[in-house]
């Protein structure tokens, strides 16, 4: 069956780096963009970064500079390196794979920026 399993979260002193990693399985990775998404408390689940299927990338305004997204399709797996870590980062991150016969979702990682 379809997996999406992220991994890499944790807490993490501001100004400090985590590499976020989701490994898929059960579907064709390589012919699908893969994305993602954060989602802090009482806020709405938003658009962090994403690579299509050829490598081009996408990140929102908030995190330009200091998040780097990757895919390595050998591996099945997509990585998110965040760097210059923001109180406002604090959130869980979720994994998503979309392609235009649909979408799957990860079960989430949690990233606590505090001191």
């Known amino acids: 069956q379809v997996q999406l399993v992220e991994s890499g979260g944790g807490l993490v002193q501001p100004g400090g780096s985590l590499r976020l990693s989701c490994a898929a399985s059960?579907?064709?990775?390589?012919?699908?963009?893969m994305r993602w998404y954060r989602q802090a408390p009482g806020k709405e689940r938003e658009l962090v970064a994403s690579?299509?299927?050829?490598?081009?990338?996408y990140w929102a305004d908030s995190v330009k500079g200091r998040f780097t997204i990757s895919r390595d399709n050998a591996k099945n797996t997509v990585y998110l390196q965040m760097n210059s870590l923001k109180r406002e980062d604090t959130a869980v991150y979720y994994c998503?794979?979309?392609?235009?016969?649909?979408?799957?979702w990860g079960q989430g990682t949690q990233v606590t920026v505090s001191s």
């Open positions: 059960g579907f064709t990775f390589s012919n699908y963009v």
């Open positions: 690579i299509n299927i050829v490598g081009g990338t």
């Open positions: 998503n794979a979309w392609a235009s016969r649909g979408a799957y």
